[in-house]
């Protein structure tokens, strides 16, 4: 496993967008499967976005039509657009990776604030 680094959290204001950025630079391997959890405070985690290498792509219902999850061809790279956050957005998110050997990993989580 190699460590997950996530970039692209912030405030933004409601309406607004914002693009998460999660990379595996020290893996040799290709990730088979890359996403984005969020987790808001005193709720569970829960998915938002998840992408299978050179496979399909599943938006939860909470980011249909808004958020938009992609891969690079590394196979080590996720990214997620969204698009019109709402005050139901703000949250902690993180990556996740599910490597060759099936183990998963996290990154430390970003912060998304949205403000009214």
């Known amino acids: 496993q190699a460590q997950l680094m996530e970039s692209g959290g912030g405030l933004v204001q409601a309406g607004g967008s914002l693009n998460l950025s999660c990379v595996a630079p020290g893996s040799i391997f290709t990730i088979n499967q890359m996403g984005w959890y969020r987790q808001a405070p005193g709720k569970q985690r829960e998915l938002v976005a998840d992408?299978?290498?050179?496979?399909?792509?599943n938006i939860a219902d909470s980011g249909q039509g808004r958020f938009t999850i992609s891969g690079d061809k590394t196979g080590r790279a996720v990214y997620l657009q969204m698009n019109t956050l709402q005050p139901e957005d703000p949250a902690v998110y993180y990556c996740t990776a599910r490597w060759p050997d099936s183990s998963d990993s996290w990154g430390q989580g970003l912060q998304v604030p949205v403000s009214s």
């Open positions: 992408s299978i290498h050179e496979g399909g792509t």
